[in-house]
């Protein structure tokens, strides 16, 4: 997740005075130093660098090494049992040949790729880092990237042939730590004691050019025939989807130098890929238009007010549409003693919605009750409105709870069903409670229509659906389910099954509360008892006809027997078994987003 990903850039007389002068600042107390170091901070000069390896060999980096390595210590954080599938794997080092486990893949199945994104730690595990200055520590969304990927080919009998690799993405900072240092070096600079995200925040810049990792762990996407790993903390790095080999970061021809989003949206009928980056600086939001052969791009700032985490963007045929929630990151907040990055319960929520080549002043904004989307599931037009569908819940699941409450008894609350998720967003329970929800945006008029599509049963959120259909109006969609008890154990989130939403058919029922919600029929694919998945995707049947004709497939992980399995779900027979699970040689860790690409052309 982005902090920031420019560089700090200082003459040497500030590093000067910030060794002599700015850690006592820190030691002795944040409030007589908020205005002096806050002054500092605003005055660093930032730039963009390039090559991370070049701003270390500038910086007078021995004696800044020694100083940070003499008074700053990193620890392993401790996993419990509940959470020992987070922990990190090594490379399985080339292609293994694997074979059913149970059932087969359908002849008509698409030969391809799916190939998912997770984080995946070096050095063991997440890491903080303890000083003078407090502790500051990752956070279970951060860690490098690494790749895992099933491919099916058939051979000249039509016979599938299906092999599993899986390798780290290979950013500048990955070969910076892993490959110069073997040792940790970037200072935890998201989650804990002020002073000492302060003081990480500033190291990381005057030693590495940046405050934080390029982490290239949440998603996997194609465009123009070429695959791209990102997290929208920096640019998107190339791949060979033969080998998985990071092959270079793409700015687009030179055209984007800032973070670039992690869920672009392809347009449809245009094929233009629509995306969007947000910073801690300004500008705080800019939103691009790719052309559909990758060379051209539209690039406006839609003029924020403020930093927020948006991790998300919709297209509809005419759209684009811009989620602005309350989850800012705040440096000054920082400075005073507080988090850098927080979902403020009080603040303001709006939609966007901008012609596809529009500026800042065409968006049209909606005010919509305070919430927290980080997924959309789709938009599209209807009539005067615009239709946006996402995962909306009352509070954010990162950076973690404030004020040093108890992660597992916050995320017990977080996910309390006994309970409906109440409006009142000082809600002591359900929380983090996330259903899909529906905003119907009158073009016209400007008003605003907004509802639940589901309950308060189960909490609902890695949506997706058939890709076909991104931008138009659609029938299903599909999400991944939380398992609220074990997300509650290891207070991180684990998803037990799988839902299918008919979102044209409904099926009405009285709330906890006695009120009677016009909800939507939902189908609910469920795994066996401590398996859990991630990176679940629709394929569509080749040459099938509706929307639903393909199948759902998905890493599934069981915690009993600590294997891991692909399994491929029928979408029309969706509550039905697996139709096909296949043992990968070695487990898989949870992730974040998946993609299914067509099969590379052999050279």
């Known amino acids: 997740m ?31 130093t908020v205005k002096p170091l806050f002054k500092e901070l605003q005055q660093l000069q930032i730039k963009k660098v390039n090559n991370v390896s070049e701003t270390m060999k500038n910086t007078s980096g021995k004696m800044l090494d020694a100083l940070i390595n003499s008074m700053f210590k990193f620890v392993d954080q401790p996993l419990l049992p509940s959470q020992k599938n987070f922990a990190p794997v090594e490379e399985i080092g080339s ?31 997440l890491k903080s880092a303890v000083s003078i200055f407090g502790q500051s520590s990752h956070t279970w969304v951060e860690g490098e990237g690494m790749l895992h990927a099933l491919y099916l080919k058939k051979d000249g009998d039509g016979s599938w042939i299906i092999s599993y690799n899986n390798r780290y993405v290979e950013t500048e900072t990955f070969k910076l730590e892993k490959q110069k240092h073997n040792k940790p070096c970037f200072l935890p600079a998201l989650e804990g004691d002020a002073a000492a995200v302060i003081a990480a925040y500033i190291l990381n810049g005057l030693r590495f050019g940046d405050v934080n990792k390029y982490l290239s762990n949440t998603n996997v996407f194609m465009h123009s025939g070429r695959v791209y790993s990102i997290t929208e903390n920096y640019l998107p790095q190339e791949l060979d989807i033969s080998t998985l080999e990071t092959l270079s970061d793409w700015d687009v021809n030179g055209g984007w130098d800032r973070p670039f989003t992690s869920h672009p949206k392809k347009a449809p009928n245009s094929g233009e890929l629509v995306i969007m980056g947000t910073d801690a600086k300004k500008p705080y939001y800019v939103l691009g238009v790719i052309s559909a052969d990758g060379k051209n791009l539209h690039k406006v700032d839609l003029k924020f007010k403020r930093s927020v985490l948006s991790h998300d963007i919709g297209v509809t045929q005419k759209y684009n549409v811009i989620i602005d929630h309350p989850l800012t990151m705040d440096l000054k907040r920082l400075v005073m003693g507080g988090q850098l990055m927080k979902y403020e319960k009080e603040g303001y929520a709006r939609i966007g919605v901008m012609p596809r080549y529009g500026d800042a002043e065409s968006v049209k904004w909606f005010e919509v009750q305070t919430n927290c989307t980080f997924h959309i599931l789709n938009c599209f037009e209807e009539g005067n409105e615009v239709v946006v569908r996402g995962c909306r819940a009352l509070s954010s699941f990162i950076p973690g709870p404030d004020g040093g409450l108890n992660k597992y008894e916050w995320y017990s609350k977080g996910f309390n069903f006994e309970a409906p998720a109440s409006k009142d967003l000082a809600a002591e329970v359900g929380y983090l409670l996330s259903r899909l929800y529906e905003w119907r945006l009158n073009m016209v008029t400007g008003q605003v229509k907004e509802r639940n599509l589901t309950g308060t049963e189960f909490s609902m959120d890695f949506p997706f659906i058939n ?66 998945c991630s990176g679940s995707v629709f394929v569509p049947r080749h040459e099938g006809t509706e929307e639903d004709d393909g199948w759902v497939i998905s890493f599934v992980h069981n915690e009993e027997t600590d294997v891991t399995q692909v399994h491929v779900i029928d979408a029309r027979k969706f509550e039905g078994e697996a139709i096909a699970k296949l043992t990968l040689p070695q487990r898989v860790p949870y992730g974040f987003h998946a993609t299914f690409v067509p099969m590379p052309c052999q050279s």
């Not at 982005?2 to 850690?23: D, E, M, P």
Request: one cysteine or more; glycine letters at 8%.
């Open 2 to 32: 982005a902090v920031s990903t420019y560089a700090l850039q200082v003459n040497g007389s500030f590093q000067t005075h910030f060794i002599s002068q700015s850690f006592n600042h820190l030691k002795t107390s944040l409030s007589s």
């Open 95 to 125: 292609l293994v040949e694997i074979n059913c486990t149970e059932g087969e893949i359908p002849p008509d199945f698409a030969e391809g790729v799916f190939i998912r994104n997770g984080n995946n730690p070096l050095f063991g595990g």
């Open 467 to 532: 890709e076909q259909v991104t931008g138009l109006k659609h029938k299903y969609g599909y999400t991944q389910v939380i398992d609220s008890i074990a997300s509650s154990n290891s207070a991180m989130g684990k998803y037990g099954s799988l839902a299918k939403l008919y979102l044209e058919e409904s099926n009405s029922t009285p709330s906890l509360v006695g009120k009677c919600e016009e909800l939507i029929k939902i189908e609910y694919h469920k795994f066996e008892d401590n398996n859990f």
